[in-house]
Each structure stands twice: as C-alpha cells, then as structure tokens.
C-alpha cells in the first residue's frame, strides 16, 4: 500500500509543477518529488523479492524495468503529441505535459492501490493454503521470510553495512549508473544528429522499445542458468564497443546505431546486480530492505556528477570516454566480488566449524547453513 501511495503523492506533485513560476520553485518542487519517487524503486524491488523465488526473481525484475523503459519510448512520443496543446486555454505545452501525465500517474496509483497485494504472510487476497505455500517458497530458500522476524530496521541497516559485499555492489552500482546516465541526457545525443526537435524526439522511442525483449531474454537466461557474472562482462564489453564509435566517427548511421544501443547496456547490469542483492543479502529481512535502499540511493549520486560530462558534440569525448572508465572499473569490481563469493562458498563447503562461523559473521544465518544454502549466480 505504501507505494501505491508513494505513486499517487509523486503524481499529486508533478502535475503541480505546471504552476511553477520561478527557477526557486521549480528546484523546490524537485526535490520535493525526488524524496517521494525515492519510495518506489526500491520498495518496488523489494516488494518482488518477498514473492519470488531466485529462478522467478529476475524476469519480475526485467519486468519493473520494462515498463520503465516503454515509459521512457512513449514518453518522447507523447511530449510530442502534448507539445501540440501549446497554448490552448492560455497553458503552455510543457505545462499541459505535467498535468496530463501527473493525473494519470494519480489514476494508476489510486486503482493500483485497490488490487496490489501485501506481502506473503498478510496478504488478504490469499487463502490459507496459498498464505502458507507462498511463505514457506521463501523460507524454504533463505531460512525466513516476511513477517517471521523480528530485527529492527535500524540493526538491520548496521548489518547491510558490515561487510566488504554490499559495499562493493554499491560501487558497481554507482559505476552502472553512471553509464546509465546516458539515458537522462538521451535527446541531447539525438539532437547532435541535427535532426527537427519533433523527429529528435520520435527517434529517441527505438532504443527503449529494442530494450524490453533484450530485458527479459537476458533475465530469463539469468534465471534458468542461475548466472550473473558472465552476463554483466558481455554487457560491460558491448558498452566499451559503443563508446568507441561517437568518440571515432562522425557517420551519422554509426552514431545513431551506438545510440540505439547504449540506452539499454548499462541498464542489463543494474537488473543484474539487484537481483544480486535482493537473494544474496537475504537474510534478515531489514537487512535487505536496507541493502536495496542504499544500492538505490548512493547509486544515484552518479548521475550528479555525470550531467556535467555531456558536451561538445558530436563526439562528447568527456562523455563516453570517462564512461568508458567506469565500465573497465566495474569489470574489475565485479571481479573481485566474485572471488569473494567463491572464498565465501569455499568456506562452507570446508565443513569446518571455524571457517562457517567466518561466513555467519559475514551476514548468512544458521537457518541458512543448515538449508546447505550457497551464494550463487558467480
């Protein structure tokens, strides 16, 4: 429920900001809708990782991310369409664009919050024997499951922190991100083709469109091979490639071929690495309702840094160059978190009482070794 309220508060505020009047008011207002769009994602994903299984997980996953990505290809397609309002009753079309997609940003919310399920164990929508079999999918994977615990948020958000683990997939976070910049700034590159500001806009829609098959064939690939890692360096290696032809060439097909696909390269990773976080940092549950807050939230500064690094067209050669370091950064990161996951792994294949009692001091309960439960997807 709370994010459907979450949904129906952020909706409430952007169509609110058609009555701004000054860049005072315009910065106040976004900050105020930055606080609450925080709620959603990673409430989002941890609302999934309550329901599904770790062979289920990935494709809900792929699935959030989808709808976002038709979001974003409609989205340049609808601005075009609005912008054709301008001045109708006196309002401009950027301000028509607010109303019309905050008020149906309320809509959704408001009949979302009409049918959208709790968790497992107090779901009212489910009957005893499905309460009972949905929470024991849980539990019968990571030893608990919502509602079966009792840790505080606040010791929960200590142990999400105690470890190199988390702090890594944050880095790696924040590096994906970082190349996931590129989507903000998505027009601006489109525009450098010299095309009208109406076909810039139509031509942004391809690569978000091409983006939900590759979203979910990877995810299902993830989920059926219970993988990660190979998956994230086929990623990092496609982006590299993309980023050498804007800084190489100015063809115009060649750019827009590389647009078409970095869009979606630094996105795959993320997907990935949530899901990560959301089975490998199982349990206690708070620990991992922090764990995907922080991810989300520290992952995100990337994108201050990185609204500075897109100019000089056509070949943004700040841009895609020091995107270019990120992602040769996050091969290495990812790296030496797989060799801490196999360390782990190793520990509690030993059977020694001394070398468990090091991977339960790490963040994995007893329920969890006594379920043989592994960290996976390395």
Known sequence: MYICVAVI????????????????????????????EAVFFPGAIYFLSAWYTKRELGKRIA????AQRVGNAFGGL????????????????????????????VGIGTVCACIMPEFPHNSRILSQVEHDLAVWRNESEAGAAEGTEREST?????????????LLLIFCNMLSQAQGSIAN?????????????????LLTAPPYILAGPVYYGIMFYSDRRNTVYPIILAYISIAISMYIIPIATTNISAHYFSIIILPFTPVGPQILLYKTINLRLARPVSKRAAASALVNAIGGTSNIWASYLYYAPPHFYAAFGTLMGCALLFAATITFCRWLILRENKRLDSGDPEQIAKVIKGGVTEEMVYLNWRYGMY
């Open 185 to 201: 700034y998505f027009p601006t590159l489109v525009a450098s083709l010299h095309y009208s500001s109406t076909v810039s806009l």
């Open 63 to 66: 699935g959030l991310y989808i």
């Open 154 to 166: 606040l010791r929960g958000f200590g142990k999400a922190l105690s470890g190199p683990k988390l």
């Open 78 to 105: 609808f601005a075009a369409a609005i912008f054709q309002l301008n001045g109708t009753h006196g309002i401009a079309g950027w301000q028509w664009l607010f109303v019309i997609e905050g008020s149906a940003t």
């Open 9 to 36: 508060i952020w909706g409430s505020i952007s169509a609110a900001t058609s009555a701004v009047k000054s860049y005072g008011q315009l910065l106040a207002i976004r900050a105020i809708l930055g606080m609450i």
